[in-house]
């Protein structure tokens, strides 16, 4: 989970940061490397970050070849030494540099993280370990919007470069993935590990399984595998990439990058930073909640009550702002609870739902030896992080705040429709079943995972 911190602080870095950096520094100051930057600079420095974490995806999921672990201890500590380039920046250019870099080695965070927890955990309790992930990124960004009130933007850098470098002493501690050992014919390794992750009690069962499933892997053909992809990956690919496309367009970057512009507007009376808190400590107990019923209510009813809520959230901050703005002098401090509680209501919806989950399918709808190909929904996720941050203040301009938020809103809702339309349903089964759902009938499975014997696989 010290990787989902690392990647929680980096994406609410830049909220606080900016206001900090466009800050003049004192007359009296002896900071002979302190420079202001333009808004225009600092939309950049937002953005490049989810620039970075595009190109980092694609190479993640090639490099996840190497091992889960291994990828990640590799990346950790050049992450952590990123951000010292904006610690010790003499530029703007410098901090550019920094913030792709962090985007990169972010991405791969993101994608390896729930792949390894997938491959070890047993099914009753996958959902909420890989929930748990993600509530710890949420909390990651709540330390940069508390820690950039009292830090400026080189100290609150250096706070962020924590993070990677505990991620990459504690890598030290823990084993590979037994499944992904197998795979790689390290068997004694394999039993060590899943010996370690099991306590003690006896592995000898799973690991055979574990074993007859890879080897019956190792046996498929060059036109098997060409088939393969035609019934087993077509599916996975669409719907973790269409859960990404929904995500990232669904008015959350708006608020997680734009946080107090949107909330200075839509508040007559309350201070926007401090609402900005209360709304990423509420994504933070929303995510708790999320990683409770994830394996109890199941992941199809959270993410269709998230949809369904988020949209009507979205449409109502939309309709506030646009009565608002119709009547002359605006609202009054009394309506303030109204923008508000639309904007709770979105994020505990988000929190709840779509945000955690539909990462957990990266890690639960690709077969074992295909798992990297989740690079592909990372990558995508990524892209539609970059557009939707640099689109929000195009679609402001050219359809007002309001119709932004009507955008979203009926972004939303379109997601609720591919939700119910395609996504299965994958709580407590097996990861051989559930690719079993993902492939056409006309074809029979190729090999046989027995996810519900394999609780690793």
Known sequence: ALGPLATGLGKGYSSPALASMQIPPPINSSHSHHFNITPEQGSWIASLSLLGAFFGGIPGGLAMRLGRKSVLAVVSLPFALSWLLTVFASSVYMVYASSFLCGVWSAVVSLVTPVYISEIAHPEIRGCLCSVAKLTANIGMLLSFVLGVYLEWRQ???????????????????????????????????????????????????????????????????????????????????????????????????????????????????????????????????????????????????????????????????????????????????????????????QVAFALGISPIAWIYIGELFPLKHRGLGAIANSVSYACSFASVKTFVDFQLLLGLYGAFWLYAGISLIGLVFTVALVPETKGRGLQEMQEICAPREYTPMYNEQGTQNKLI
């Open 156 to 346: 609150l850098a250096l706070v962020a470069s924590i993070a990677p470098a505990l991620l990459f002493l504690a890598l030290m501690l823990i084993p590979e993935t037994p499944s992904y050992l197998l795979y790689r014919g390290r068997e004694d390794d394999a039993a060590t590990s899943l010996s370690w992750l099991r306590g003690g009690l006896d592995i000898t069962q799973e690991l055979d399984t574990m074993r007859a499933n890879i080897d019956a892997m190792r046996e498929t053909t060059e036109v098997t595998c060409y088939r393969e992809w035609r019934r087993d990956l077509i599916k996975p690919v669409l719907i973790t990439c269409g859960l990404m496309v929904f995500q990232k367009f669904s008015g959350a970057n708006a608020f997680n990058f734009y946080a107090v512009p949107i909330l200075t507007e839509a508040f007559a009376g309350i201070n926007p930073y401090s609402a900005a808190v209360v709304v990423g400590l509420l994504q933070i107990l929303a995510g708790m909640v999320s990683s409770v019923l994830i394996d109890t209510v199941g992941r199809l009813p959270l993410l269709i009550v998230s949809n369904l809520l988020m949209s009507t959230a979205l449409a109502g901050f939309g309709t506030f702002l646009y009565v608002t703005g119709s009547i002359g002098g605006g609202a009054g401090p009394g309506l303030d609870w109204i923008p508000l509680t639309c904007a709770l209501i979105f």
